[in-house]
Each structure stands twice: as C-alpha cells, then as structure tokens.
C-alpha cells in the first residue's frame, strides 16, 4: 500500500530536481505534485497545499503527475474547481509509463490547463459505477447521473479546446485511450516520454488563467518536488480507503473488548483507532450502518453479563459484521474509481475485518470466561498445605499448595515442614490453623 509511507513525510525542504542543465536564478521553476492513489480529500489537500507553495515560490506553472484509479467525485469536483480559480497554470501529466488516469483521474486530466500523458498510458473508463458488497458493481443507469457527469467533462473538454465527444464517451461507453489515440483525437495536448520533453514541448505555449492569459516559459525549468506537510501526509494515509477501513474495524472492535474486559486501555485505543477511520472513510454512514453497528455493541455488551457465549454473541457479531460492510461505498455519485480496485478493496477489507474481528471476539471470549470462573481462593480454603517457613504470631510467611506458593499467617506458631490447614483469607494471604490429629 503506497499510501502508508506518506505518514513519515516531514515538512522536510522539498527536493529539487534540475531539468537539463544547471539552472540560473532567472530561469523559471515548476513545481511537481505524485498522485499516486486513489482520488481522496486528501488529494486535495495535497494539491492546494503545493498551489499556494508555487505562489510562493513564483513558479510558472504546478505539474502534477497522475497515475490513479479513479477516487471520490466530491473531491474530484473541488480539485477541477480549484485548476479553474488557479492564478497559475496545472499541467496534469498520466506518468509514468503504464501510468493510467481512469474514471476520476480523467476529469482531472481533461479540466487541466495543459493535458500531456506518457507512451503507453491509459486515459478513460469515467463511467459512474454502483458498488454493493454483495453484488459487486453495475454501471448506473440513471440518467440524471450520467448526463451530469457526460455534460461537465465534455464541457471542461471545449474549455481547453480539446475533443469534447471523445471526453463524453469516457463517461457514457467507458472508452479507454491510450497515449497515441487520445493525441490523435484531440483528447490530449502533448505525448510525452520524460518530464524534461514535457517541459520543452510546451514552452511558449499560452495559457488562460483566472488571472488572464500566461505563456508558459518552461525550457531549461527547474522541477521542484513537493513535499506534504505531516498534517497532510497524516491525512493521506488514513484518506487511503482500505487503511481508513482497516482503522475502523479495529477501533470498533477495540472498543467492544474494552467495554467488555476494562481496565487493559482498549477503550482508548478504540476511540482513536475509531476516530480516525471515521475522518479517513469517506463513505455515507448511513443510519442503517450506524444501527446495526449500535445494535451489535449493545447486545454484545449484553452477552458479558449473561453466561456462557451464545445468541447474543453471535447476533451481535452479524450485525457489527453487516454494519460494517454497509460503509463501503455504494453509490456512484460519490466514487468515480475503477471496478478491479474496488474488487480488490472488498476483498482484502472483508479478510481484515473477519481476522481481526475473530481474534478480537476470541480474546474476549477468554477473559469473560476466566471472569466468570469460581475464585481459586475460594476453592484452597478447607485444603491442607504444607509450611516452607516458620509461621509466628502476628507475622507471615509462604506455605505451597499443588506446587505454588502461597503468603500465608497464623495466630499460632506452626514450625516449617509441618502440614496446615487453610482456615481463612485476608485479601491475597491466606490464613492457616494447626492440622488437628486424626483419633486413633
């Protein structure tokens, strides 16, 4: 999962790649942003973040390399919104090779100012799909849906001047490009192999911005690789949506043994684990999720004051179980992604959450089971053991019982190696008396 190492990014000092030669202060510089994963608020962040570092740095332009499945429309409409306000131009690059832009990533390519993808990329597949767990994926028929979304890409198409059919068929007939076709059709401005042709191929190029028209002055540009702040690095690893799953269940289920054995910190684990899955998700908590997973705490909280481990149990764990799978995306209004990543998610989602679940409910299990055991202490007292020490008076000393060693106190004295019987306890000692003789 590549999203996981984003949490290690520091705001450390982004790194500066030249392109060509050495670059002089008055040449001008680019900025780069990776879109590796899923589309998420996250990749928002992303981008606005390195959009106002290229304000800052007066950059001629922000490059953003794609190469993603699809993601949230949500979020895709506010990065497109965000490529229409920006002061400088976006140029969305499908690298590297064998890089895809599909279903979300085709509207970011199509919105930005300057399209370019590498040989042997794949553009397309924006056609909205509805997710079920149980079913898989269906392409929606609505046609208010699809002719929303046909009608925006086609016309953010017209906006920069490229083929506006082609963009409408990605979404209505789920057409693919490659790098050739799309150029061929007008679908794309530039084919690319290297970010340094890339730049060459669209110096002088004009450009209309929020703020007018720019020219593009890229040759002999130096790239500067963004860097994600920690809060955004944070954001995109937990906005990564099996990751963002996986916490969930976790802290669902954590916080379930917590309330049921407390006192081990599972509770506050719980919480967090619980809360971050809740702010990564970006599913609809429907309340059909939120009460069967309620309904599954609480007759699972019920089970631990009943004996032994049944109906409510299991009926608790079907209903968590179900809860849950409710959150995984479901409507294609709001996920714009690939059916084989999806595929891919419910698997692995549904492996996490069976695993960790039956370990969790094992775990619990025990503990209620050993709680609900009759105290050993009860059971020594009316035993005989043996004194390994003197026992006097007011003092303490250890007797062994079945191997163990016990502290222990007696009102008389009892000399080491005689037997003793446990009369009595007082907290953790145990209280012994002399072991009267059996009549002849």
């Known amino acids: 999962m590549r999203g996981l190492p984003l949490i290690l990014l520091v705001a450390f000092s982004p790194v500066i790649l030249q392109v060509g030669l050495a670059a002089s202060p008055e040449d001008g510089r680019v900025i780069a942003v990776r879109v590796g994963e899923a589309i998420t608020p996250a990749t928002r962040e992303l981008l606005l973040e390195a959009y ?5 740095r007066e950059a001629q332009a922000m490059l953003i390399l794609l190469d993603t499945p699809g993601g949230q429309l949500d979020a895709t409409l506010e990065i497109v919104e965000a490529m229409e306000r920006s002061r400088i131009p976006w ?14 990533g085709a509207f970011i390519l199509t919105a930005s100012h300057i399209a370019a993808m590498a040989p042997h990329t794949i553009v397309g597949s924006a056609q909205p799909a509805s997710y079920n767990p149980f079913q898989g994926s269906t392409p929606v028929e609505d046609e208010k849906i699809v002719n929303a979304l046909s009608a925006l890409i086609a016309e953010k198409a017209r906006m920069h001047h490229r083929n506006g059919t082609a963009a409408e068929l990605f979404v209505r007939r789920n057409l693919n ?3 050739e076709e ?3 059709l007008k679908a794309i401005d530039v084919v690319a192999s290297t970010v340094q042709e890339l730049l060459e191929a669209v ?21 500067i690789e963004y860097s994600p702040s920690i809060r955004v690095g944070l954001l995109s690893a937990i906005s990564n949506p099996l990751l963002a799953y996986i916490l969930f269940t976790f802290g669902l289920y954590a916080l379930i043994f917590g309330l049921l054995t407390p006192g081990y910190g599972a509770e506050a684990a719980g919480i967090i684990a619980l809360t971050l899955g809740l702010i990564g998700l970006g ?4 309340l059909a999720s939120l009460f069967l997973i309620g309904l599954g705490v609480v007759l699972l909280v019920a089970e631990a004051h009943t004996s032994g481990f049944g109906a409510l149990g299991g009926a608790g764990i079907i209903c968590l179980t179900i809860g849950s799978l409710f959150l995984i995306p479901s409507g294609g209004a709001e996920w714009l992604i690939s059916p084989e990543w999806y595929r891919r998610f419910t698997i692995l989602s549904l492996l996490f959450a069976g695993s960790i ?9 025990k503990v209620l089971k050993a709680r609900r055991m009759k105290p050993l202490i009860g059971e020594i007292i009316g035993e005989t053991v043996e004194v390994t020490e003197d026992l006097n008076p007011g003092g303490t000393g250890f007797v062994r019982y079945k191997g163990e060693y016990w502290k222990a106190k007696s009102e008389i004295y009892i000399k080491a190696g005689s037997k ?14 002399e072991m009267k003789r059996e009549q002849d």
């Open 203 to 223: 110096d002088g190029r004009d450009v209309k911005t929020s703020v007018g028209s720019a020219t593009l002055k890229t040759r002999g540009a130096t790239v």
């Open 177 to 179: 490009l490659n790098a």
């Open 52 to 56: 106002e570092f290229s304000l800052s």
């Open 420 to 433: 003793a019987k446990v009369i009595g306890k007082d907290g953790p000692i145990l209280i012994v008396g």
């Open 357 to 365: 679940g039956g370990f969790m409910f094992f775990a619990a299990y």
């Open 91 to 104: 140029i969305v690059y499908v690298y590297p090779e064998g890089a895809k832009a599909w279903s979300a």
């Open 283 to 286: 599913f609809n908590l429907n």
């Open 182 to 184: 799309a150029l061929k």
